[in-house]
């Protein structure tokens, strides 16, 4: 296939494929609440918004959140605001007790400003809310002994539908992307901020609306080349449409990946190398494979050696939501230890006969947690034994103990799963020479 129909057939792969069971679940809860609130028996719509990026429609396939927005009456509102302390957690309380009754055997909670249902294929994130004569809504925030806030969804909604008509729907394809992007990778990046960034992107770029699949590649080139121009110490962005602040909850860490990821596609079209290849790195499997690279995969693969290796994304729906950094002490008797991260900065290049005892350095995702590793030897020697591994093996560990043993671009990697879902993941190089 061109690469055209490649980038064709991968939008088309990556596209939201549940949410009419999204919007089942969310008539449910519709129905339970507007029978207690407003005494509607069996209304399943009224006074219930799907809101966040599947309310966006910038959601894509494996997406583990459904956010709702349930409109109550003024009179909840004046009950909870008359608290002396803290009505807005009495309010959250009060809701999940209500959907407690039709939901007997979920796990439920509430959690600071969403009353939080852990169903098996996703995690429904409702906010009981308020709406104003603006079309904004209040809603409670239990923390600091209680306050209100003002959140402006349908603002959002409304722009960003408007960004992707006035592109032709180029505009949803590539918040998809970025979203495929960031979870192949395997880094922080909020899908609020994801649709801000897009948005503003293509807002200096409206010839866009003249682009088909085949100037995907250079919309991509662009958008990269417009991320990584950011602040990656910027604090906040003003949200698409509502121009409410948007937290740059990752650190800025899509500023050094989307350098990366620009780089590695110049260097490819540059060299002649295959930039299949290099997209499927960058935004995972789903992106077709060219036509030379599946047919060279197979004829080495059917000839040296099984292909043993695993993916992720093929055991668990993957969405990054916690940032996770791996790191590695390097050993050997007789040498200094040293991590690995600081090594390769230094373009360095491992030995045989290390031990190397790679760990969790850091992560911001709430236990409880599974700990997955994979472990795979990559190139020419690793064939020719047959041994490239890569199978992916839950150990709740947070260290994978290994040696250098034979020449390759190795790699590990690491992956923490939370409700049946992969939330953080992170790779480490493990270069190792000839000596």
């Known amino acids: 296939m061109s690469l055209k129909q490649d980038f064709e057939t991968f939008c088309d792969d990556i596209q939201l494929d549940n949410k009419a069971d999204m919007e089942s679940t969310a ?37 583990s959140d459904l956010d709702l927005l349930f409109d109550l009456p003024q009179s909840v509102y004046k009950k909870y605001d008359d608290y002396q302390s803290n009505g807005q ?54 923390h600091d002994d209680g306050k209100w806030k003002y959140t ?9 539908k408007k960004c992707n008509d006035n592109s032709d729907g180029i505009y949803f394809d590539f918040c998809h992307i970025m979203r495929n992007w960031k979870n192949t990778v395997g880094f922080e990046f909020g899908g609020l901020l994801i649709d801000t960034l897009v948005y503003n992107h293509f807002s200096e770029n409206d010839d866009y609306s003249d682009s088909a699949y085949g100037d995907y590649l ?54 002649g190398d295959d930039i299949n290849y290099v997209l499927r790195e960058l935004l995972g499997n789903s992106f077709p ?47 200094r230890d040293f991590f690995l991260r600081a090594f390769l ?32 030897n990559v190139g020419h020697v690793a064939e020719e034994r047959d041994n490239i591994r890569g199978q992916i093996k839950k150990t709740d560990s947070t260290h994978q103990k290994e040696h250098t043993d034979f020449q390759g671009p190795h790699f590990v990697e690491c992956y923490l799963v939370k409700n049946g879902v992969c939330v953080a993941k992170d790779r480490i190089d493990v270069p190792i020479g000839t000596i």
Request: glycine share 4%; proline share 3%.
């Open 289 to 335: 494979a060219s036509a030379t690279t599946t047919k060279n995969s197979f004829a080495t693969a059917s000839s040296s050696y099984r292909n043993t290796e695993q993916f992720i994304e093929n055991l668990f729906p993957v969405d990054i939501r916690y940032a996770l950094q791996l790191d590695c002490r390097v050993s050997q008797d007789g040498w």
């Open 152 to 160: 402006d969804p349908l603002s959002e909604q409304e722009e960003c």
């Open 27 to 63: 008539g449910e809860i519709a129905k339970k609440l507007n029978t207690h609130y407003y005494d509607l028996d069996k209304d399943t719509s009224s006074h219930m918004y799907i809101v966040g990026s599947v309310g966006r429609e910038t959601a894509i396939k494996n997406s």
């Open 345 to 376: 900065k230094d373009n360095g290049i491992l030995r045989r006969n290390k031990s190397l005892d790679f760990f969790i350095n850091k992560t911001d995702c709430p236990e409880p947690y599974s700990i997955y590793w994979k472990v795979r």
């Open 89 to 142: 957690s009495a309010l959250l309380q009060d809701v999940k007790d209500v959907l407690k009754e039709r939901y007997p055997n979920t796990k439920m909670r509430g959690d600071g400003q969403v009353v939080v249902i852990e169903f098996t294929k996703y995690t429904v994130e409702l906010v009981p809310a308020f709406i104003q004569s603006d079309n904004r809504f209040k809603y409670p925030d239990t």
């Open 218 to 271: 250079t919309i991509l080139q662009n958008v990269f080349d417009y991320l990584k121009s950011q602040d990656k110490n910027q604090s906040y962005w003003f949200a698409v449409g509502s121009n409410q602040q948007v937290d740059n909850s990752g650190g800025g860490a899509f500023v050094s990946k989307a350098n990366k990821a620009s780089k590695k596609i110049a260097d490819a079209l540059e060299s």
